[in-house]
C-alpha cells in the first residue's frame, strides 16, 4: 500500500479546493455561522474543516471509500487484518469489542483493574464479569495486569466464558505478557480483547513493549489521542484472526458510534499513521532517548524516585514497562501526589498525567523535546524546593489486597438500574453499591455496581477524598454518602 496517501486529507483538501457549498450540517456553514468570539478561540481552520463525512467529504452512498481505505491503510500500517476508526474514544471502542465477543448474561473475564469504560460496558451490555485478580505488588501498594497463570485459573472454573479482557499498558505503563495470555485463550478457542489505551506507539519502535497484535491478541482497542497524534477522542481498534467475526464487530460499533462522526478526528487519525509510518521510528529514537535523560535527571532531585524495571517487572509484577510514562515516587518529599500535581499546577501551570497518594507522573510522547523536558525538571526542582509548604499531608488509608477485592454479588447493569437509596457512607459497608466510585486518574474504579462494600473501600475513598483524590462518577463526590441498591 502507498503510505504517503492519506484519504480523509486528501478528501478534505479536494473539498476545499473544489469550493463546495454545504446545505447540509453542521449548521455553522464552514465557520460563517460561528461566533466571531469562539472562532478567536478556536481558529478559522476548525470550522472549514468541520464538514459532513457523507454528503459532504463523501458522496452519499460514501461510493469513493474514503474511510475504508484509511481504515486499510491504518491496519497494513500496524500488521492487523482489519481496522475502525472511532470518534468516540476508546470507550466506544472497547464497548464494541466486549459486545462481538459476549452477550447479555455470558460470562467475560475481566481483569479487575479495568478502566470504567469497561465497566460501563457491562452496565449496558448485561455481561457477567469474570474478575481476574491483577498483581498486586504491596509494597508500593500498585496493580500491574494480571498475569497469564490468572486468566488459566480462571478459565479452568469457569469454561463457559466466552473469552477474555486485558488492560495492558496499565496507566502506569507497566504491561502484561500478553503472549502468554493469548496462548491460554486460543488453547481453549476464546477470543483476547486488550484494552491498550496506552499503547498506540508501541507497533512502530522495536524498544517499546510488543504490542497487542504481534503478542496474537485477536482484538486491540487503542487511544491514539493518548500516545500519538491524534485529537481527543480519537482511536481505533484493530482485528486478527477468525475468533471474532468483523462484520459483527462493525456491527456493534455501529450500535454504539455516532451517525455524525467528526471529520477532524478522522483525518488526524489518518494523517498521524502516515507520520509514523514513514517517521515513526527516527521519532522515537528520539522519544526514548529523551525519556532516558528526563529518567536521569529526575533522580538526581532530592526526594524523587523514578520507577524502572526494577521496581515495576519481575516475578508476580509485570512483564515489561513503557519508559515513557515516568512514574515518580515522591514519598521522601513527605507529600502525597494529589498535593504536588496540585501545585505544580498552580506555580508552574504543568499538568501532569496521573497522581495518587505517593506518586506523580509525567507522559512523554514523541511530542517532546528538550525545551518541554526542562520546563518539567525546573518545576519538579521547584516542588521539592518547597515540599515543607506541603506537609503534613493528609494521610490515605490503602487497603490490603485482600480487603480491596469486593464480592460481585449482582450483575452491574442489575445493580445499576435497580432501586437504589443514598446512604451515609458510614452505614454503607455490606451494602451492594449502584454506581462507580473512581479515582481518577487513572479511571479503574474502586468499587462498582453489584459489589458489595466493606468498610476498607469505604474509608480508602473518604481519606482519599479528604487528601485531593478526586472520586468524578459518584452521586456525591465527596464520598460522605454512597449510592446503593435497594435489597429486599
Known amino acids: 500500500m502507498d503510505h504517503s496517501k492519506a484519504p ?34 478556536l481558529g478559522d481552520a476548525v470550522f472549514r474543516s468541520d464538514v459532513l463525512a457523507t454528503s459532504g467529504l463523501d458522496d452519499r ?8 481505505k484509511a481504515q486499510a491503510l491504518m491496519a497494513d500500517a500496524v500488521g492487523a487484518e482489519h481496522t475502525f476508526f472511532s470518534t468516540c474514544g476508546s470507550s466506544l471502542s472497547v464497548k464494541a469489542a466486549m459486545l462481538s465477543v459476549a452477550g447479555p448474561h455470558e460470562k467475560l473475564l475481566v481483569g479487575r483493574d479495568a478502566h470504567k469504560a469497561v ?12 474478575w481476574v485478580a491483577p498483581q498486586w505488588d504491596s509494597r508500593l501498594h500498585l496493580a500491574h495486569p494480571p498475569s497469564a497463570e490468572a486468566f ?11 473469552g477474555a479482557l486485558v488492560t495492558t499498558p496499565t496507566p502506569y505503563g507497566t504491561c502484561s505478557d500478553l503472549a502468554a495470555v493469548a496462548r491460554v485463550c486460543h488453547e481453549r478457542g476464546k477470543p483476547l480483547i486488550v484494552d ?4 498506540a506507539h508501541l507497533p512502530f519502535h522495536p524498544d517499546l513493549p510488543t504490542w497487542a497484535m504481534d503478542a496474537g491478541a485477536d482484538v486491540c482497542v487503542t487511544s491514539v489521542h493518548k500516545m500519538g497524534s491524534g485529537l481527543e477522542q480519537g482511536s481505533v481498534f484493530h482485528l486478527q484472526g477468525d475468533l471474532v467475526d468483523p462484520e459483527v464487530l462493525k456491527s456493534r460499533a455501529d450500535l454504539l458510534g455516532t451517525t455524525s462522526p467528526s471529520v477532524l478526528v478522522y483525518a488526524a487519525l489518518d494523517g498521524w499513521r502516515r507520520q509514523m509510518v514513514e517517521h515513526g521510528h527516527a521519532l522515537y529514537d528520539d522519544a526514548l532517548a529523551l525519556a532516558a535523560s528526563v529518567r536521569d535527571r529526575i533522580a538526581g532531585i532530592e526526594g524523587m524516585h523514578v520507577h524502572g524495571r526494577g521496581d515495576f517487572c519481575g516475578t508476580g509484577l509485570a512483564s515489561d ?15 502525597t501526589g494529589y498535593r504536588a500535581a496540585d501545585w505544580l499546577r498552580e506555580h508552574h501551570r504543568i ?9 506523580i507522573s509525567a507522559q512523554l510522547t514523541h511530542a517532546d523535546d528538550e525545551e518541554s523536558a526542562k520546563t518539567l525538571l525546573t518545576a519538579l526542582r521547584d516542588v521539592a524546593a518547597h515540599a515543607h509548604e506541603l506537609r503534613p499531608a493528609e494521610r490515605v488509608e490503602i487497603p490490603d489486597p485482600e480487603q480491596l477485592r469486593l464480592e460481585q454479588v449482582a450483575l452491574p447493569r442489575d445493580a445499576f438500574f435497580g432501586p437504589t437509596e443514598q446512604v451515609p457512607w458510614e452505614k454503607a459497608a455490606g451494602r451492594i453499591t449502584a ?15 453489584g459489589e458489595r462494600l466493606n468498610t476498607e473501600v469505604l474509608r480508602y475513598l473518604r481519606t482519599g477524598v479528604d487528601a485531593g483524590m478526586v472520586v468524578p462518577d459518584a452521586a456525591d463526590t465527596e464520598i460522605r454518602s454512597v449510592r446503593v441498591a435497594v435489597e429486599s
Do not use: C
Open 8 to 41: 480523509v486529507l486528501e478528501a478534505l483538501a479536494a473539498y476545499h479546493a473544489e469550493g463546495q457549498t454545504p446545505f447540509t450540517p453542521p449548521g455553522h456553514k464552514q465557520g460563517r455561522g460561528a461566533d466571531p468570539r469562539v472562532r478567536a478561540v
Open 61 to 68: 452512498t460514501s461510493s469513493h471509500g474514503v474511510l475504508e
Open 119 to 130: 465497566v460501563s460496558g457491562l452496565i449496558l451490555s448485561g455481561i457477567r464479569p469474570v
Open 152 to 162: 488459566e485459573a480462571a478459565f479452568d472454573e469457569h469454561p463457559d466464558a466466552k
Open 196 to 199: 491498550e489505551a496506552w499503547g
Open 321 to 335: 514497562m513503557d519508559p515513557l510514562q515516568v512514574i515518580v515516587d515522591i514519598t521522601s518529599l513527605g507529600t
Open 351 to 359: 499538568n501532569l498525567h496521573l497522581s495518587d497518594h505517593r506518586r
Open 435 to 449: 454506581e462507580m466510585l473512581t479515582p481518577y486518574p487513572p479511571g479503574i474504579p474502586a468499587a462498582l455496581p
